[in-house]
T-cell receptor
Framework: EAQVTQNPRYLITVTGKKLTVTCSQNMNHEYMSWYRQDPGLGLRQIYYSMNVEVTDKGDVPEGYKVSRKEKRNFPLILESPSPNQTSLYFC???????????????FGEGSRLTVL | RKEVEQDPGPFNVPEGATVAFNCTYSNSASQSFFWYRQDCRKEPKLLMSVYSSGNEDGRFTAQLNRASQYISLLIRDSKLSDSATYLCAGGGADSWGKFQFGAGTQVVVTP
């Protein structure tokens, strides 16, 4: 089954304790991206990756790191989480089609993170 | 100002009625547009892409108005199962890798 898998799905942690949210896709998609979703603000893009070893900042990259060492994986790293990073996080991937911005974004089920 | 803005609603719609709502975008360089459906904090799922000529998929019709910088979604013959939050998305402006989403429009279809 084609899917984007995120782990953990739920996490409660404390300020300053480094954590990683993993994201893996089995569709051989070149493009992957991370979003956070907060009430009233919608989905905001954190980082995206066009392909292996190519990553770029989205609109809200502060406090996050990513890496893309393999095509299927795109982990999100919070080196020193803070309470304002409490949010619902989604990973997404898509095929890179000819032409700009085409192709469906497939989302993972989301990771609900609480930072105390 | 957000690059993509939507009326949050909720739009309360009787079953069988038609509902329509818009989404405005501020970056005229945006290249592609989409409507996604999201149920109760689950993952968004693509409803339809939006093409310049407008497109229809069953009871759903999407339109793009580049002159006024908005996209629209119309739902005909609303079903109870259409109750959801509808997110519009635009991409390919500064970089085709960047996609901006609106905060969503909530639709509630009532019996």
């Amino acid at each position: 089954e084609a899917q984007v898998t995120q782990n953990p799905r739920y996490l409660i942690t404390v300020t300053g304790k480094k954590l990683t949210v993993t994201c893996s896709q089995n569709m051989n998609h070149e493009y992957m991206s991370w979003y956070r979703q907060d009430p009233g603000l919608g989905l905001r893009q954190i980082y995206y990756s066009m392909n292996v070893e190519v990553t770029d900042k989205g609109d809200v990259p502060e406090g996050y790191k990513v890496s893309r060492k393999e095509k299927r994986n795109f982990p999100l790293i919070l080196e020193s989480p803070s309470p304002n990073q409490t949010s619902l996080y989604f990973c997404a991937s898509k095929r890179v089609a000819l032409g700009l911005g085409t192709g469906e974004l497939f989302f993972g089920e989301g990771s609900r993170l609480t930072v105390l | 100002r957000k690059e993509v803005e939507q009326d949050p609603g909720p739009f309360n719609v009787p079953e069988g009625a038609t509902v329509a709502f818009n989404c405005t975008y501020s970056n005229s360089a945006s290249q592609s547009f989409f409507w996604y459906r999201q149920d109760c904090r689950k993952e968004p799922k693509l409803l339809m892409s939006v093409y310049s000529s407008g497109n229809e998929d069953g009871r759903f019709t999407a339109q793009l108005n580049r002159a006024s910088q908005y996209i629209s979604l119309l739902i005909r013959d609303s079903k109870l199962s259409d109750s959801a939050t509808y997110l519009c998305a635009g991409g390919g402006a500064d970089s085709w890798g960047k996609f901006q989403f609106g905060a969503g429009t909530q639709v509630v279809v009532t019996p």
